[in-house]
C-alpha cells in the first residue's frame, strides 16, 4: 500500500515555475546554444501548453492533460529542456493511470536530457515502487535526497520505500526526521500508520491515520485508513473510507479490489463485481481479479462470465495444464444447479493448486 501515489513534494506548479527559471537562467548564461527568434517562437507556443497540462493533471483531467502534454510533444522541441518538461509531465500522466512500462519510458528519457533535477528521480522511485522494484526505488529516492536533502517529502517517500522492503525501523527513523522538523506532517503521519499497519499494530496505525485526517482529508489518508479498518474487521466502516477514497476520484486498484471483496462478503455480488471490473480498467492483468470477479458470477448463476474470468485467471497465471483442465470441464457441463455446483469445485480447485 503506498502512502504518497500522489503527492510528490511541490505541487506540479510550483515544478514548472522551477524548472522555466531554470530553462530561462540557463539561456540567459548562454548554457543552451539557439537560434533566437525559432527558440523564442517555440518557448511562446509550448510553454502554455504545458502550464495547461499541469493544471489538467492536478484536477485529474488525465485525459486532457495527456491530449495537451502529445500535442506540445507533437510540435517539436528545439529545446532540449522544454523537452525534458514536456515528457516528466507525460510520465506523471501515464503514473496516474497506471501505464508504468510508459511512465517509466518517459521520466527515462526525461533524465537522460537532464539527470540532475531531484524531482526527475524523485518520480522514477514511485514508479519503480509501484512496479514492485524496491531496490531500483530506493537507489532512486537516495538519488534525489543527495541533490536536494531539504525536502522532506524525499524521506517520507523512502520511508514508504523501506516499509515495503521491511525495514521498518529505517522507514520510522525517516518519518520521525520529518516529524521533528513538522509535527503536523499528515503524510508524514500516515506514513507511519502504514508502517504500524504492516507491523500489526492496528490501534496505533488508526490513531496516526486519524491525526492525518484531522488535518487534511486527503484521498489517500481514507484509503489507508480503509485498509486498516479492513484489518481489524471493521468492514463497515473499511467500506464508508474505500467509497470516500473512490468518490474523490481516486485512481488506485486497490481500492476497487479490496471495496470489491468487501461487498462480496455481505453478498452484494453485483456492486463486488462492477468493483473488480473498475480494478482491471486500471491494471487489466492482475489474475486475482479475474478470479474475484468469477466468483460473484458465481454466486448470481452467472455461468458464462464465471467461467470466462476463470480461465482468464488460469491463463494469467501461466498453468496451462489447469486451463485445459478447466476448458476440458466446460465442455462437459450444462447450465443447471449440478452445473453451478461443479462450477464452485474448479474455483476450490484453482485456489488450492494455487495455495491461496
Not at 548554457?31 to 518557448?43: D, E, G, P
Not at 484531522?214 to 467509497?243: E, K, Q, W
Not at 497465471?317 to 465442455?331: K, N, P, R, V, Y
Request: some cysteine; charged content about 25%.
Amino acid at each position: 500500500m503506498q502512502v504518497l501515489s500522489k503527492q510528490r513534494g511541490d505541487d506540479f506548479l510550483t515544478q514548472k515555475n522551477l524548472f522555466i527559471k531554470c530553462l530561462m537562467v540557463w539561456i540567459f548564461l548562454g548554457v543552451i546554444t539557439h537560434n533566437a527568434s525559432s527558440q523564442a517562437l517555440n518557448i511562446e507556443q509550448v510553454i502554455p501548453l504545458l502550464d495547461q497540462a499541469y493544471i489538467e493533471l492536478e484536477n485529474d483531467n488525465f485525459t486532457r492533460a495527456m491530449e495537451i502534454v502529445n500535442s506540445a510533444i507533437l510540435r517539436g522541441m528545439d529545446n532540449r529542456y522544454l523537452e525534458a518538461e514536456a515528457y516528466f509531465i507525460r510520465s506523471n500522466v501515464y503514473l496516474d493511470i497506471w501505464q508504468l512500462d510508459r511512465a517509466l519510458n518517459d521520466i527515462l528519457h526525461t533524465m537522460s536530457i537532464f539527470s540532475d533535477f531531484a524531482p526527475f528521480h524523485e518520480l522514477l522511485s514511485i514508479i519503480y515502487s509501484r512496479m514492485g522494484r524496491y531496490f531500483d526505488a530506493l537507489q532512486a529516492i537516495n538519488r534525489a535526497i543527495a541533490l536536494d536533502s531539504l525536502k522532506l517529502n524525499f524521506f517520507i517517500n523512502r520511508a514508504d520505500v523501506y516499509r515495503s522492503l521491511g525495514e521498518y525501523e529505517r522507514a520510522l527513523n525517516d518519518l520521525y526526521f520529518v516529524l521533528g522538523i513538522e509535527p503536523q506532517n499528515a503524510f508524514a503521519l500516515s506514513g507511519k500508520a502504514s508502517v504500524c499497519l504492516r507491523m500489526g499494530n492496528y490501534d496505533e496505525a488508526l490513531s496516526f491515520i486519524n491525526q492525518a485526517l484531522v488535518i487534511t482529508t486527503d484521498r489517500n489518508f481514507f484509503r489507508n485508513r480503509g485498509a486498516i479498518h479492513d484489518y481489524m474487521g471493521n468492514y463497515d466502516a473499511a467500506l464508508a473510507d474505500y467509497s470516500m477514497a473512490i468518490e474523490l476520484n481516486i485512481q488506485h486498484p486497490g481500492v476497487f479490489r479490496r471495496r470489491g471483496l468487501i461487498l462480496k462478503r455481505m453478498g452484494r455480488n453485483q456492486e463486488a463485481a462492477n468493483d473488480f471490473t473498475a480494478a482491471l480498467r486500471i491494471t487489466p492483468n492482475d489474475p486475482r481479479l479475474f478470479r474475484y470477479r468469477s466468483e460473484a458470477h458465481l454466486d448470481m448463476h452467472n455461468f458464462a462470465e464465471a467461467m470466462s474470468d476463470i480461465v482468464e485467471y488460469a491463463r494469467l497465471t501461466g498453468d496451462e495444464e489447469l486451463l485445459a483442465e478447466i476448458q476440458e470441464e466446460w465442455s462437459l457441463l450444462l447450465p443447471d444447479v449440478e452445473l453451478y455446483n461443479q462450477l464452485r469445485q474448479l474455483v476450490k480447485l484453482l485456489n488450492a493448486i494455487r495455495g491461496e
